[in-house]
């Protein structure tokens, strides 16, 4: 079979041809003949083939060439279309250049001149389409470009003009540069202007609003500040003006002028007849449109309005304001008929309530009321002033108005809240006696709500003169809290109303206030004085601390105390908070210790002050630690101690019922005595109850170690009180006071027997008699039924009568130490007494007083003690 060469790629080949029947013949001739044939078809198949050869050589070319082209353009890392922006311009023509490099190099490789040029045909197409979406690209991007800058020039721009004082020029900047772009890419006159226009409101929207935001967080922020004037400006009277008139609104919900009953239009209420002069004195053309829909342009109408009538009105705003709302001519005529506040005849006051018209009365009272409380800083002039604000479109213009009159009422609002939490707190200091700065007049005005009603306002000022009048105490208050008892009852006394003073309800009503907490003070301070230093006392703030901080000891916390409590005259024995004494008995209850080691160790950290301590732990206890603290006998101590979780009817019921009666009957007879000085007691029968129970459970306890009933009632009686006391009758005297008891006792009888009607209270009696007759019956009666009873702290007698406290003058009950009593006594002892301590006293020897000395030689003292009832020195 024939083979002729065939193009495979780049290499040519050689392959079988297929010739259809085509043989070769033996004859020479025909040999020959046939030969030349075969030449000649050969020679046109091989041209045909190497034809289809180049077509598909160019055709693989141009594949390859497209290949190439396509990542060049749309490779997703680094292709052209990835460039974007200013990284695309100038690089169109590079990758151009890359796309005709390639072309060269895939036409080198082909293998003649022919697919050659074929393949240059198709990739001048090619490259032609490359060449355009290149340049587009390129375009597109440039064109990008240039617009994001412009954007960005313009926003910078607006950035800008949000800097105080800074709009103007950013706003000539951001113009210019709008001209400039809209030049350069063939814009309209038109699409220039509405490009300017509109960057312009933004950018004053975005301004104003920014300054709105600095000024709300200036008045309303967590640090804001409300400035208060002492008169109202023309601005401030303006301001609070504009929110009554209109609240800051040009237009309606509706969208459509703002319009009145009365035909008054926009933001400052303007009529139609009033416009045309308003536009005068504003200097102005009359623009009917803009007084509609221009609020910039009516605003400025009603200022200049307003501002010639406080020219006309000499400044007065009462005149003014009045003006504005009702007309000069109406307010000409109650001048006349009122008085001219200018001149004095009737004070602003006076006048503003006299206006006849409802309208302007409440109008004038409401503008004036608020004014002075709109920082100047927040006038409505102060925003029309600005530039940003002036850029704005109407719409944005009224509604910034709005906004801005809003913030007066939050400002009220907000002033309202933290004037009235002030006042909480001054009344609180006020009631601690501390130092109060107390609020102003016109701070209180400053935050009455601009659309407050009359009655709303007086309300609101009857709350500050409350405010005031409890501000009027605070010298007597702080005297209260930080004097002595004394020094509150001469402050307060010095407060008693005069029936003649013209404000004597007044000053009556301040007296009672100050007496009801000189009162409270006092009764606070004697009921649990540790708490009410803890609270009110630095000193003793400062010790609480140090003690709780381990820094001091519990010795030096009670010094401060009493140190305390001395320098205020405070009588209570109580030194500890009762607080502090509960968490005490709780930890002498929860140790574990089987003795009274508990007791003992709490009391030895207050050192010299622990028996103080004790004694006030001891009246908060619970029945059985209450007694076992008053026990001084250990033995006695440490059994109660030992069986307090044990119940009573336990311990009894461990003994037949005859030992168990025996035993009660017995500590009944020891303890009658005693019993009948406790039960005379002001609330002694629960206390004797106590001692009674633990009397009885240490019967039962010494019952069970072997003792029979009568002795272990005796030991428990001896344990628990009979060493500790001694009684007389309705009073009983500790062994501790040291005095004795007959001479207390004679005391006693000498003081009643010794003591003045003047120097009592009188008891109630007949009104209809004199106080002295009164006086007279009472010491009659006190002198033949009074008893004296142990005092509370068992340091003396209190002279009680059926069941009541015996006053003295002083209006305190009357209470007399042992030792007083004792001193009383020993000069006026009684017959029996003087003879007991004549033959008890030892008889001291002397060398020669032997002789002549016998009980004989003695008589005459002994008849002369009898008779006189007086000692006579042996």
Do not use: C
């Not at 100047?376 to 108005?401: F, I, V």
């Not at 301590?613 to 007694?627: C, G, I, N, T």
């Amino acid at each position: 079979m024939p083979v002729v060469p065939t193009t495979s790629g780049r290499q040519v080949q050689s392959r079988g041809v297929q010739t259809s029947g085509f043989t070769v013949r033996a004859n020479p001739e025909a040999f020959g003949a046939g030969l030349s044939n075969v030449i000649d078809k050969y020679a046109g198949v091989y041209a045909e083939a190497k034809q289809r050869a180049n077509v598909a050589l160019t055709q693989e070319a141009s594949l390859k060439l497209d290949s190439i082209g396509n990542d060049l353009m749309n490779n997703p890392e680094n292709g052209f279309m990835s460039l974007q922006g200013k990284n695309a311009i100038g690089k169109g023509q590079e990758y151009l250049q890359q796309f005709d490099a390639q072309i060269e190099s895939i036409a080198g490789e082909l293998p003649d001149e022919q697919s050659r040029n074929a393949f240059m045909q198709q990739a001048q197409q090619q490259r032609i389409q490359f060449a355009n979406q290149s340049g587009r690209h390129e375009l597109d991007q440039v064109r990008k470009y240039e617009a994001g800058m412009q954007i960005g020039t313009l926003s910078a721009l607006s950035q800008k003009a949000m800097s105080p004082g800074m709009f103007n020029e950013a706003a000539i900047n951001a113009y210019q540069s709008i001209i400039a772009y809209g030049k350069a890419h063939g814009q309209s006159q038109e699409e220039i202007e509405a490009n300017w226009v509109q960057w312009r409101e933004q950018a004053g929207k975005q301004a104003t609003d920014a300054i709105y935001t600095a000024l709300y967080q200036r008045k309303m922020g967590p640090d804001g500040k409300i400035d208060v004037t002492d008169t109202a400006s023309e601005g401030q009277l303006f301001s609070a003006m504009i929110w009554h008139e209109s609240g800051g609104n040009q237009f309606g919900k509706d969208g459509s002028p703002l319009v009145s009953p009365k035909g008054a239009v926009g933001v400052a209420q303007v009529m139609e007849d009033t416009g045309p002069e308003a536009a005068r004195l504003a200097g102005v053309p009359w623009d009917r449109d803009k007084w509609l829909n221009d609020p910039r342009y009516n605003a400025k109408l009603g200022q200049a309005y307003f501002g010639a009538q406080m020219k006309k009105y000499d400044n007065n705003p009462v005149l003014a304001v009045a003006a504005y709302n009702a007309g000069p001519g109406a307010v000409d005529g109650w001048i006349k008929k009122f008085g001219d506040p200018r001149t004095g005849a009737v004070s602003n006051e006076q006048f503003a309530a006299a206006i006849p018209y409802d309208e302007t009365r409440n109008y004038v009272a409401k503008v004036t009321g608020s004014a002075v409380g709109i920082s100047q800083d927040a006038t409505m002039e102060s925003l029309m002033s600005l530039p940003s604000w002036n850029a704005m479109n109407p719409s944005n213009k009224s509604a910034m108005l709005s906004k801005w009159a809003g913030l007066y009422d939050m400002q009220a609002a907000a002033g309202r809240v933290s004037l009235q939490s002030r006042m909480q707190d001054d009344l609180a200091k006020l009631e601690s006696g501390l130092e109060v700065n107390p609020i102003s007049e016109r701070e209180w005005a400053a935050v009455m709500p601009l659309q407050a009603s009359p009655a709303e306002r007086i309300q609101m000022s009857e709350t500050f003169q409350q405010y005031q009048q409890a501000m009027t105490l605070q010298p007597v208050y702080q005297t209260i809290m930080q004097g002595s008892a004394q020094q509150g009852i001469a402050a307060v006394q010095a407060m008693v109303p005069k029936e003649d003073d013209p404000d004597y309800k007044f000053k009556q009503g301040l007296y009672a206030t100050a007496q009801a907490k000189l009162n409270q003070v006092m009764k606070a301070r004697e009921s649990d004085p540790g708490m009410w230093l803890q609270t009110n006392s630095p000193v003793a703030k400062n010790a609480f601390e140090q003690y709780q901080n381990n820094q001091a000891s519990g010795e030096y916390l009670v010094s401060r105390l009493e140190a305390e409590k001395d320098r205020l005259g405070i009588n209570s024995k109580k030194v500890l908070p009762d607080s502090m004494v509960n968490s005490l008995i709780s930890q002498i209850d929860n140790n574990q210790e089987s003795s009274v080691t508990a007791i003992q160790s709490v009391a030895q950290s207050f050192g010299k002050y622990s028996d103080q301590v004790m004694k006030q732990v001891q009246k908060s206890a619970y029945p059985a630690l209450q007694v076992i603290m008053a026990i001084n006998n250990p033995r006695a101590a440490n059994a109660l101690w030992q069986n307090r979780s044990v119940k009573t009817s336990d311990l009894r019921g461990s003994f037949e019922k005859t030992d168990a009666d025996s035993a009660d009957s017995s500590w009944n007879d020891q303890a009658k005595d005693f019993a009948g000085t406790m039960v005379v007691q002001p609330g002694g029968a629960a206390v004797w109850n106590n001692f009674n129970e633990q009397g009885k459970r240490l019967t039962y306890t010494y019952m069970q170690r072997g003792m029979s009933p009568s002795d272990a009632a005796k030991q428990a009686y001896q344990d628990v009180l009979g060493e500790q006391y001694q009684t007389s009758g309705t009073w009983r005297m500790p062994n501790t006071a040291g005095q004795d008891i007959r001479d207390v006792n004679d005391g006693a009888n000498e003081y009643l027997k010794n003591l003045s009607a003047d120097q009592i209270m009188p008891l109630i009696g007949d009104p209809r008699l004199p106080d002295e007759v009164n006086r007279e019956q009472s010491i009659s009666r006190i002198r033949d039924n009074a008893q004296w009873v142990t005092n509370s702290d068992e340091t003396g007698l209190t002279l009680m009568m059926n069941g009541l406290l015996v006053n003295g003058a002083n209006g305190n009950p009357i209470t007399v130490s042992f030792s007083d009593l004792a001193k009383l006594g020993a000069g006026n002892r009684s017959t029996w007494n003087s003879l007991t301590k004549f033959v008890q006293t030892p008889v001291k020897y002397t060398p020669g007083q032997s002789k002549n000395y016998t009980v004989e030689s003695q008589r005459e003292n002994l008849i002369n003690i009898i008779q006189r009832g007086q000692q006579t020195g042996r």
